[in-house]
Every structure is written in C-alpha cells, then in structure tokens.
C-alpha cells in the first residue's frame, strides 16, 4: 500500500475507480452486477490511502451503494440490497445488522418512535416476544439509534406512553406543550404522524401532565358558524339534498353519539344555502357548495328524420255477361279494390242511374236484340302516390337535463262509450271516454358531456302520423317509427340513429279456368292487379356542445339566416293585385339578435302588410292620448 496518491479523475467509469482504489489500498472488492456508473473526483494534493478509502466510500454513497464486508473480499452492492445481505461487521460506511433488547420499554412503542427516524434504506424488524429490535442501517447511524433506544428504555419512572389524539394534529398539539418548556432533564415528546399519536418518555407525574395537556387541547370545536352562499348556477334545493346527504350525518371522532349538527337550507326566491355548522366544518362544506356551483354547458342537438314512400299500382279487366229476360245469363266477372262490378253496373243500369265505373280508363259495348243483350266493358288503371317528408327538429338544453320537443296534433281516440236505456229505444244520458294523444313529431333527449370531451346521448325519438283508415274494431289506424336507445357522439360529429328501407311487391290475378288458357280470346277471361311500396325511413342526430355565449350566438344567427331562406322559398309571389298577398317571411335575417322583440318593427310590418290595415298603438303625450 502506498503511502500517498494524487487523484485527477474526470468522467472516469465507476469500475475503474473501484480498480484503482483496491490496487492503493490493497483491498479485494466483488462488484455487484447492477453497479455501474462514471464519477469524477479532483484532488489538488496527493492524499493518503486511508483518505482515499474516506473519499471513495463517499463517491459509493452518492451513487447509491455500500460496502458489505467479507473475511477475505468485500462486496459492493446497492443500499437497498445490502439489508439483506448483512451478516457480519461491516467497514466504516458500510451496513450492520444489530439485535438490540429493551428492558423497560414496549418494543412496539418503541419502534413506532424510531420508524420515522430511519433512512428509507434501513431495516426495522420487532420480536415481540422477547423484546427484541433487529435493525439493519449504516454502521455510522447507529450510535445515533442507540442513544435514542437507551432514552426510551428505562425503568418504570422513565417509561415510553403514546396518547392518541382524536380531533387535533399529533404535530401541533406535541410542538404546543414543548413550548410550554415543561418536560424535566431526559423527558423527551415526540409526534407520529401516521397514527396520530403523541409519544412522550420520562417520569410518570411529567407523562400525566402531558396526557392532561393533550385532553385539554384535542378538544372539537362545539361553536356554531352560519354562511350564506349565494348560488350562481346550481339549483338551491337539489344542492341542499346532495350537501345534506354529504356533511349532515357525519359524526365527529370519538363522539360517536353526539353528532355535530349541521343544517343546510335551500332558499328558493334567492337560490341560496344557508349553511350552519360547526366553526371547524364550515369551511369544507362551503367549498364544496363552490366546487359544485360551476356554470353548465349546453348542448344544441339538431335532427333530421327523412322519409319518402311511393306507391305503384295498376289493374287491367275485361267484364261481360250475356242478360236474358233481364237475367244474367253468363260471363266472366271480377273484383278488385275500388273497381265497379259487372253486377253492380247492371244493376245501377236497371234502376236508371248512371253506374260509377271507378277511377282510371274504360270501354263498354251493348248490344240489343229484342228483350236480350250482351254487355260487357274493359277497365284499366295506373296509380303512383308519392310522400316525402323531411323534418329537422332542434333543440337546446343544459348538460344532464332532460329536453323534449312535440310537434304534433292532439287527436282524440274513443276507448269507450255508455248509454243508459230507459223505457223507450232512444237512448238515455248516453256518454263516450276519450283519450287525446299526440300524432307527429317528438324528441326526447338527455345529453351528458364527458370528460373527454365526447356527448352520451340517451334518446327517445317517435314519428307517428293517421293513415286515413279505421281498424275493424273501430277507431283511426295511426303508424308509429319510434328509436329509443344510448349512443355516444363527439361534438358537433353526424350520428345515424336507425334506418328503413322498405320495399313490398304483390299482386291480385283473376281469371277463368279453361277458357283463360284458350290462344287469344283467353285474355278476355282474365282480370289482373299489381302493387309496388317502397320506402326509405333515416334519422339522423348532430350534437354541439356550447360552453360560451359567444357560441350561443354563433350559432342562433346560422338558425336565423336558415330560417330567413327557407321562409323566402316558400313565400308566395305576389302579382301585385288585390287582395295582396301578406308577407310571411322570417321577420329578420340574424344580423340583430334584439329586431324580433323590437315591437314598433313588429307592429309597422303588421300595419302595412294586412289588410285592411290596423290601427295605430296608443301614444300618450302630456295630458293627452292620441
């Protein structure tokens, strides 16, 4: 071993400084294989070797590592790790394991008080009975650990007692009584903050006076404090329930049967709370009211439900009969959905009225001979109804509440009647039940915006409409599409609820056996209808999220501008002539905000454009109307 050696080491790697350490002081290092590393370690002046040993125990610790010594080789392992390897002395700056019995003391109190004191790399164990603490730290710690172990470990009049503390802070309350500077030579108080206690050692009159102490100031606070907070947003009694629910049944610690009282009252003509608590929870309960009292977005949902439906149809027949005697004496007759009969034109024939023959193209011949005849008459029809139907509804609602819109007619449906009989056949008091229910348009959403910025959307949409029709059992026939579903949307994005294409095909064939199967002639003997529905159902929904207000009106002067177009393509033209025809076009064009609740706009357009004309409004000058 050399006596001096000069250090000037710059980013060199840690495995080569550990090389040259053990070549000057001639001592064996096994490096563990996670250590790795580059230091750097100047020395203006040669130092000696047990200086350089001092020094390269210094660069291990900032590195995180220590030494474990062994009889002829010491390895070189993370502190973290060396715990578990300890196993014999150890070299300065290195990690002992030590077993140390208390006399006196608890050993669980005791460790409770060195636990907080320990370097997050050292290893506190406790043998509870035998009164054992094993603790496994750097060698250099340990004089420090034991001084505090011998203070804790005395004979009975220097016992270790830990008071809990129920309502205050362990820290406050031990950092109080030492003020009060009363603790006698060798008493010592301490906090554990994880248990809330406060541990305090020395003779049993000093360690009753603390505990009297730490009664009198862990004492809740039993004063009452009123606030009122006024809400800005929120609604008084929906936030009074959730703020009762939250803080009114809560007790305090220890005091079980005495719950602190606290009382939340909705004002609704100021929408405010008015809170009242104890002092020391007023102020949580008022910042919950606050965090709770924000400004909700809304949510501007536009649809779209289109609808279109043809319907084709056709029929073609030839009817004739042979009449003798004014008898039917033969022929060939058919029968289709609102087509006359031969019978039924025979017989309007013979009570002298002109028969109806039905919608579409016809030819009929008669021909006489005496008192017979021979009749007959070819009918052809083609039918095509188309209906489209094209419905945007739109609607505007706060986060999380619910909004619904009816466009509809409120037709009435007989579920029953009664009729009280009396004496004669006309029926006496006679009564019916009715129930009115909505045929059209409704929408009933509720929008919930996440947290991502995405809008879940729990819908309830039908579109119903009468079919002109009556069922069997009486009563009008009315057709309902309904969707009721939960779907998520980003913002301002396009969402196809539900579609329908319908396409249905059949048709009706009449004829004569034999004689329609004959070459030619046979199609005298045949009668034929045809049908073809089809219809193509989409709904189609659009959120916007409108967190501001200039959105708000962004988007209310887009809905004014499509109303102003809409209403200019189907305002009727006028040819100048009277009657004139009155303007019914959207009042304004979005460009002003305020022009449709400006009545002297309103009532000059209503004066010029009726007719006749209305009155002017009444104007009150001084002293007089005019």
Avoid at 54 to 79: H, K, M, Q, Y
Avoid at 126 to 145: H, T
């Amino acid at each position: 071993m050399r006596a001096q050696a000069g250090l000037d080491l710059r980013n060199v790697d840690l495995e080569g400084f550990v090389r040259i350490v053990a070549e000057e002081t001639g001592r064996a290092f096994v490096l563990d294989p996670s250590v790795t590393g580059r230091v750097n370690v100047v020395a203006p002046q040669n130092v000696s070797s047990q200086a350089l040993f001092e020094i390269f125990l210094n660069v291990l610790e900032l590195n995180g590592l220590t030494i474990v010594s062994g009889i002829d080789a010491d390895r070189i392992v993370p502190i973290n790790d060396a715990s578990g390897l300890a196993g014999r002395a150890r070299t300065t700056g290195g990690f002992e394991t030590r077993v140390i019995q208390l006399r006196n003391a608890d050993v669980n109190e005791v460790a409770s008080v060195i636990r907080p004191i320990l370097p997050s790399e050292a290893v506190l164990s406790v043998v509870e009975g035998s009164q054992l603490l094993i603790i496994s730290d750097r060698a250099q710690n340990f004089s420090k650990i034991q001084g505090v172990i011998s203070s804790l470990d005395r004979s009975n009049g220097d016992a270790v007692e830990t008071i809990r503390v129920r309502n205050g802070n362990a820290g406050d309350i031990a950092q109080t009584v030492l003020n009060l500077d009363l603790a006698p030579a060798g008493a010592t108080i301490s906090a554990d903050g994880r248990a809330n206690t406060v541990v305090v050692s020395g003779p049993i009159t000093f360690r009753n006076r603390v505990r009297q102490l730490v009664d009198e100031l862990d004492t809740p606070q039993r004063s009452i404090a009123t606030r009122v907070v006024r809400l800005a947003y929120a609604d008084a009694t929906q936030l009074a329930d959730v703020i009762s629910r939250s803080f009114g049944n809560l007790a305090s610690e220890g005091d079980e049967a005495q719950p602190q009282a606290v009382t939340i009252v909705a004002d609704t003509q100021t929408n405010s709370l008015i809170v009242s608590a104890p002092t020391d929870r007023v102020g949580p309960i008022v910042q919950s009211i606050q965090a709770l009292d924000f400004r909700p977005s809304q949510v501007l949902i536009e649809g779209l439900i289109f609808e279109l439906s043809v319907q084709n149809f056709a029929e073609l027949s030839v009817q004739f009969a042979a009449v003798l005697n004014d008898a039917v004496a033969g022929g060939a007759q058919f029968s289709f959905d609102g087509r006359q009969t031969l019978s039924g034109v025979l017989s309007s024939v013979s009570r002298k009225n002109v028969p109806d023959l039905g919608s579409g193209g016809f030819f009929g011949a008669k021909a006489t001979s005496g008192d017979d005849s021979f009749v007959g008459f070819l009918t052809a029809l083609s039918r095509q109804s188309t209906t489209r139907v094209l419905s945007t509804p739109s609607i505007l609602t706060l986060n999380n509440q619910e909004a619904e819109i009816v466009v509809a007619q409120n037709v009435p449906f007989v579920t029953g009647s009664f009729s009280t009989v009396g004496d004669s056949a006309v029926p006496n008091q006679p009564f019916q039940t009715i129930d009115r229910q909505d045929v059209g348009l409704t929408l009933r959403v509720v929008p919930q915006i996440t947290i991502d910025g995405t809008i879940r959307l729990a819908i309830n949409q039908e579109v119903s409409n009468l079919t002109n029709s009556t069922s069997d059992a009486g009563g009008e026939i009315t057709s309902k599409r309904s969707i009721r579903t939960n779907v998520i949307v980003n913002d301002e994005r396009v969402i196809m609820l539900g579609g329908l294409i319908e396409d249905g095909n059949g048709s009706v064939g009449q004829r004569v056996p034999g004689a329609s199967d004959l070459p030619l002639v046979g199609n005298l003997f045949r009668g034929r209808s045809a049908r073809s529905d089809q219809r193509v159902l989409l709904v189609m929904l659009r959120p916007h999220i409108i967190s501001n207000d200039a959105e708000a009106t962004r988007l209310s002067r887009k809905a004014a501008r499509d109303a102003r177009r809409a209403s200019d393509l189907i305002q009727p033209l006028s040819d100048g002539k009277y009657p004139a025809v009155p303007d019914g076009r959207f009042p304004y064009d979005g460009a002003n905000l305020n022009q449709p609740f400006d009545a002297g706009f309103i009532d000059s357009v209503a004066r010029e454009r009726q007719f006749p004309a209305l009155p002017t409004p009444l104007r009150f000058g001084e002293g007089r109307i005019e």
